[in-house]
């Protein structure tokens, strides 16, 4: 009951931070590119690490963490669009770190079994 439950707030999480940031991308292309969207996309992909966190300790399924994957090559692939190689960058070695967790995690939980 208590993996349900964390895993029903992991998609609500990836939903929330999704939409932040499709938000504020949408909000970009009207108006002119502005200093905040450093702060978005680098707190979006912070919080990211939080339910790498929890899908460790709590024993998930690390399948959970392709959703994260998915985030972060949207955000890389929208700062590419934007012309931001800064974002790129950083938004791109968060994408290496998920994957590396999630290689990590999954060969752990396949040894295990």
Not at 22 to 33: E, G, P
Not at 46 to 58: D, E, T, W, Y
Request: charged content about 15%; aromatic content about 18%; some cysteine.
């Amino acid at each position: 009951m208590k993996k349900k439950i964390i895993t029903i707030l992991l998609y609500v999480f990836y939903y929330c931070s999704l939409k932040l940031a499709l938000t504020h991308i949408d909000h970009v292309y009207f108006n002119k590119i502005h200093e905040s969207i450093y702060i978005y996309f680098i707190i979006i992909s912070a919080l990211n690490i939080i339910p790498m966190v929890l899908i460790s300790k709590l024993d998930i399924n690390p399948d959970h963490i392709l959703l994260l994957l998915a985030e972060d090559f949207y955000l890389a692939f929208t700062a590419l669009f934007l012309e931001q190689t800064l974002l790129f960058s950083i938004t791109g070695i968060y994408f290496l770190i998920i994957l590396w967790f999630y290689y990590k995690n999954k060969k752990y939980k396949m040894d295990r079994s």
